[in-house]
């Protein structure tokens, strides 16, 4: 069993790096051989709209054609079994880096035809973890869940099975005094982080061994 995870946050040691980190621990517990892929050291941009994908006979049907650091990345996505996508949420979507690939993951394999079919050979899991500075009620009456639920339905369409996992209200700053962030309240903030932090980073191991399953 492999497990690939990729942080399509900027930080490497905060909200989503330790989220995905706990979903890798829980598949190493049940034997996964797993990797963790920063986005944000790569060099790359989203779908350019070549079409080389959908090229009839091309060279790249069914692949994207363009060659960056996100390439290999892809061609890692084709050889696991499980997929964790993690990432924050910006102005109501996850980041551009995660967005990109997003775009380039799941337009190559989408066909144009009737019943927009995909062309991965194989069934895997897809995990989509968003890391939130807001709480769960402001996320719901902004209305970001429609957002999130279609990527889910897409993931499943293309890949087989996806689920997600949801990290509200999470803590941003080191010293909050030092930033202009009055819409929070600093007290509970911090009591949120001592203790329901860890029960996302339970959440997050759970997940992992679900994913990783009976492994040998």
């Known amino acids: 069993m492999k497990i690939l995870a990729i942080n399509g946050s900027p930080r490497k040691n905060w909200n989503t790096a330790t989220i995905l980190n706990n979903v890798l621990d829980g598949a190493i517990s049940r034997g996964a051989q797993t990797e963790l892929i920063h986005l944000y050291d790569l060099n790359y941009k989203g779908c350019i709209s070549c079409f080389s994908c959908k090229l009839k006979d091309g060279p790249s049907y069914g692949r994207c054609a363009t060659n960056d650091d996100l ?66 009620n402001i996320i719901k009456d902004i209305g970001y869940e429609r957002s999130f639920n279609t990527t889910e339905r897409i993931m499943k369409h293309i890949f087989g099975e996806a689920e997600s996992l949801f990290i509200y ?22 009591k949120r982080k001592q203790e329901v932090f860890p029960v996302d980073c339970k959440n997050a191991f759970d997940l992992g061994v679900r994913f990783a399953g009976n492994v040998s």
């Open 169 to 190: 209200d999470t803590y941003q700053f080191d010293d909050y005094s030092k930033y202009e962030s009055s819409a929070f309240d600093y007290k509970e903030k911090v």
């Open 71 to 136: 390439s290999p990345v892809l061609k890692k996505v084709e050889q696991v079994d499980a997929l964790i996508l993690g990432s924050p949420i910006y102005i109501g979507s996850v980041s551009g880096e995660m967005k990109s690939l997003i775009e380039r993951l799941v337009f190559q394999y989408l066909v144009y035809d009737k019943n927009r079919s995909s062309l991965f050979k194989r069934k895997i899991k897809v995990g989509l973890i968003y890391t939130m500075g807001a709480p769960e």
